[in-house]
């Protein structure tokens, strides 16, 4: 999002505030946002497109800074340029704000206690759905202390939805973190168009069938109108767990959901959109003179290398970095790549820091990179330049210029945005995608080098594909690449999915 504008938000502690309503007595909040305002189109999302930070952290300007993740970077471009609201959590433990506008949007904050981040966030929604839908990297934990947590606060973004939405507003939930928020609306207010995206991957029935409550997240999920996936495996895989855990009957993608009363409410129906990113903004930061003179610096910094390989990531275990800094160096190891020649620079941006897997990866990851480093850095070349940072989009895109390979090594992705920002970004048409097949992007960047990166000698030698590349074959693959995205932004992703969500379905009650 381009944040420029700096709401300073009337803040409450969670004490004052405890007892009262979220809208409490102020008839507005001290930017002038009417916190019992009503809106026609609202988005909700377990995040707002700000996060509170500290002034000491990059990329913080007076308290807030831009939500790390795909879902903000996909959907804040299009909220900027509507009317509507976003409902969403402002990232900071126990602290109460009005609703605020920032950078243009309205927000409307969703306060989460400490207990609430505990239980909601980091147990239920990152501990149990996140590896269950990741084909279950990691082992998912089950326990019903964080299912109960999900269900309330669930109910608290409903809630916060219930008082905002004008009568027949549109309505789109967003991500597994809210699957409950569809039906609990469709209960509520049944006068709502109700849309739901999943950004990240939906598990095949046979691993879904572990969660204890997987018939409540149907339902839920049913509420809505429309449910949208990244990919059309993921659109199928729901429909089969419909089928098989709710009995419901699927045909054609569609679902009518019956009321207690066994009279059908509505239909809901399942589909692919592959979403996407700001193509505007990532092509015009490439072309800026400053910014490609900051691409060049960086080649400078690093003494100049042949090849700059170059990674960006939440420091997550679904994005495969220790496969890739282990291919990287068996590469080194058998002299394929040397530390004159070549630099791997691996942005890791700090994610999910106290749950228990994502603290082991990093130890393991940090442990890996000096390991590699101390081996093989001599006093002019670094092997890994390792950046546990987020940076701002400015410098991303100053990254994607300057480096020769893109290392897309995802176990498994809903779909990676990265992958589309670095092809955006090469507007000469060169460079090389190394694209893991496991990741969503790799439906519609099939020009990229695909691999499987469990598969480590073939993963050596897709690196070296792409090392090696000749500037034709980079061209010819970019090109198609490039064109895909620059047919397919953001701005189409969420105009297909609202119309999608608009359209009259056709009742087939035979
Ligand atoms: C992914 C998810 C988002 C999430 C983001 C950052 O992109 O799909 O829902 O917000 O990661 O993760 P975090 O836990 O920091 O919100």
């Given at each position: ?15 004052e505030?405890?007892?009262e ?9 001290t930017?002038?946002?009417d ?8 988005v ?36 900027a340029?509507?009317d ?7 990232g ?5 704000l009005q ?8 927000l409307?904050p ?7 981040i ?17 084909d279950?990297?990691?082992p998912?934990?089950?326990?019903r ?12 973004f409903?809630d ?13 939930v ?9 039906k ?10 109700i849309g ?25 999920l049913?509420?809505a ?65 400053e910014i490609?003179?900051r ?27 220790r ?40 130890e393991?990851?940090?442990?890996t ?21 987020s ?11 300057a480096?020769d ?8 992705d ?12 090469r ?12 990741a ?9 080098l ?12 897709t ?10 074959e ?12 620059l ?13 999608a969500?608009?359209?009259k ?6």
């Amino acid at each position: 999002m381009q944040a420029t504008q700096h709401a300073e938000p009337r803040l409450e502690s969670a004490d004052e505030s405890a007892g009262e309503s979220a809208h409490s007595t102020a008839a507005h909040g001290t930017d002038g946002t009417d916190p019992d305002a009503q809106y026609d189109f609202m988005v909700v999302s377990n995040r707002l497109p700000v996060d509170r930070c500290s002034p000491d952290e990059p990329g913080c300007e007076d308290g807030w800074r831009r939500s790390p993740g795909g879902l903000v970077t996909a959907l804040a471009p299009m909220m900027a340029k509507t009317d509507g609201a976003w409902v969403g959590w402002h990232g900071a433990p126990d602290e109460h704000l009005q609703p605020f506008s920032h950078g243009g949007i309205d927000l409307v904050p969703v306060q989460l206690s400490t207990h609430d981040i505990e239980l909601f966030y980091e147990g239920f929604s990152n501990a149990t759905l996140w590896p269950l839908y990741h084909d279950v990297i990691a082992p998912p934990e089950f326990h019903r202390k964080w299912w109960d947590s999900y269900r309330k606060v669930n109910r608290r973004f409903a809630d916060a939805v219930i008082h905002h939405a004008a009568a027949g507003a549109t309505v789109w939930v967003q991500d597994y973190q809210l699957q409950l928020v569809p039906k609990m609306l469709r209960e509520a207010r049944p006068d709502l168009k109700i849309g739901f995206f999943n950004h990240i991957p939906f598990p095949p029935p046979e691993i879904f069938a572990q969660l204890p409550w997987r018939r409540a997240i149907i339902d839920g999920l049913l509420g809505a109108d429309l449910v949208g996936f990244q990919r059309s495996s993921d659109a199928g895989n729901f429909m089969r767990s419909a089928r098989r855990f709710l009995g419901a009957s699927v045909k054609q993608q569609q679902v009518h959901v019956k009321g207690s009363d066994g009279q059908t409410t509505h239909i809901a129906r399942a589909q692919a959109f592959p979403i996407s990113i700001d193509v505007k903004q990532i092509s015009e930061l490439a072309q800026k003179p400053e910014i490609i003179e900051r691409a060049q610096q960086i080649r400078r910094d690093l003494g100049n290398p042949k090849t700059i390989l170059l990674g960006v990531d939440r420091l997550d275990y679904t994005k495969g970095i220790r496969h890739r800094l282990k291919a990287y160096e068996e590469l080194l190891a058998d002299g394929k790549v040397t530390v004159e020649g070549a630099t791997l620079i691996q942005v890791a941006s700090p994610s999910r820091e106290r749950v228990e897997q994502y603290r082991l990866l990093r130890e393991e990851v940090e442990g890996t990179v000096g390991h590699i480093n101390g081996t093989y850095d001599t006093m002019q070349n670094t092997a890994v330049r390792y950046l546990h940072h987020s940076y701002p989009i400015e410098e991303m895109v100053a990254l994607y210029l300057a480096a020769d390979v893109m290392l897309v090594t995802a176990l498994r992705d809903g779909m990676n945005l990265v992958a589309k920002e670095y092809v955006t970004a090469r507007t000469k048409n060169d460079g090389a995608l190394v694209l893991s097949e496991f990741a969503g992007a790799a439906d519609q960047l099939k020009q990229a080098l695909l691999m499987n990166p469990h598969d480590i000698d073939g993963l050596k030698d897709t690196i070296m594909r792409a090392v090696d590349m000749q500037p034709a074959e980079a061209a010819r693959r970019m090109r198609a690449m490039r064109k895909q995205i620059l047919d397919h932004d953001v701005d189409l992703w969420s105009s297909d999915f609202l119309n999608a969500l608009k359209e009259k379905v056709v009742r087939d009650d035979s």
